[in-house]
């Protein structure tokens, strides 16, 4: 069973990441063939399909000329620093 916040977030990059497609006015069959998957894998991760492996998620970042934003992943680490933080006290 699939956390409903989990749910929730890859829904939302599922938009961000239509959203991106429709400002390059590229149909869901360009972004299918620049990330070498069908057009029903790019349908599933725009709507937010928890089954569709981080790696498509990569390919469709590397067709929208996103590919470095997969590099924000866990890049704000808040609580992870505090607990480092607190360590060396």
Same mark, same amino acid.
């Given at each position: 069973?699939?956390?409903?916040?989990?749910? $929730?977030?890859?829904?939302?990059?599922?938009?961000?990441?239509?959203? %991106? !497609?429709?400002?390059?006015? +590229?149909?869901?069959?360009?972004?299918?063939?620049?990330?070498?998957?069908?057009?029903?894998?790019?349908?599933?991760? $725009?709507?937010?399909?928890?089954?569709?492996?981080?790696?498509?998620? %990569? !390919?469709?970042?590397?067709? +929208?000329?996103?590919?470095?934003?997969?590099?924000?992943?866990?890049?704000?680490?808040?609580?992870?620093?505090?607990?480092?933080?607190?360590?060396?006290?």
């Amino acid at each position: 069973m699939m956390p409903r916040v989990v749910a $929730e977030n890859l829904k939302t990059m599922g938009e961000q990441l239509m959203l %991106a !497609r429709k400002r390059r006015h +590229l149909s869901m069959q360009d972004v299918a063939e620049r990330a070498s998957v069908t057009r029903l894998t790019i349908s599933k991760v $725009e709507h937010g399909e928890p089954t569709v492996a981080i790696g498509i998620y %990569a !390919r469709v970042l590397y067709a +929208l000329n996103l590919e470095s934003d997969i590099c924000l992943l866990a890049g704000n680490d808040a609580l992870g620093r505090d607990l480092q933080d607190a360590e060396l006290k």
